[in-house]
């Protein structure tokens, strides 16, 4: 398994990474104060001076399969109007739900996007995703074998098809280039 991370260099300064990242907490979501920056764990953190809570804001899961059929040619689909980076082709992928298991989310997401059915093995690239910054999502690619389905784009895909490694149409995520590049591609 290999890895990318496209975050900046971890620093010892309490206050780097305040304003970094859009999406941040202005209020309590216990009591409805306004939060305000206290340091905690070596980071100024929004907390709030009524109830105590701090937020630690973590990454959301996102979980991605990676299918290759009978001639090796690889499985994306393109971002549909409303999705991330529409009109760009990626390895079908999604966020993990809350309390849903990792596999279990990489499979739902291969069916929402493609139509297909696919065993979920071990994964085969981790990497940290920044391409929306208010959603920083840890990535995990995981090896399937296709079992089943019928091949259709749905959900926030509106194109699916397989490519070979040197033919591959414009990717959305530098995430999915860098493991396919892995790949000696």
Not at 38 to 54: D, I, Q, T
Not at 56 to 73: H, K, S, T, Y
Not at 74 to 81: A, T
Request: aromatic share 8%; glycine share 14%.
């Amino acid at each position: 398994m290999h890895s990318h991370d496209s975050l900046p260099e971890a620093s010892s300064d309490p206050d780097r990474g305040f304003g970094e990242w859009p999406g941040e907490f202005r209020f309590c979501p216990m009591c409805g104060d306004s939060l305000t920056r206290r340091l905690v764990g070596g980071k100024r953190r929004p907390a709030c001076e009524s109830c105590g809570f701090v937020h630690f804001r973590n990454p959301g899961v996102g979980a991605a399969v990676v299918l290759r059929d009978e001639q090796d040619r690889l499985l994306l689909v393109r971002r549909g109007p409303h999705a991330t980076r529409a009109g760009l082709w990626s390895i079908p992928a999604g966020y993990v739900d809350y309390g849903e298991d990792v596999r279990a989310g990489a499979a739902r997401e291969l069916l929402e996007e493609t139509g297909l059915i696919a065993t979920i093995g071990e994964p085969v690239w981790v990497a940290t995703n920044t391409h929306d910054p208010a959603k920083v999502t840890i990535g995990i690619w995981f090896a399937g074998e296709l079992t089943g389905g019928r091949l259709a784009a749905g959900d926030d895909a509106d194109d699916v098809g397989w490519f070979p490694l040197g033919e591959l149409p414009p990717l959305a995520f530098d995430t999915d280039g860098a493991y396919i590049a892995s790949l000696g591609a």
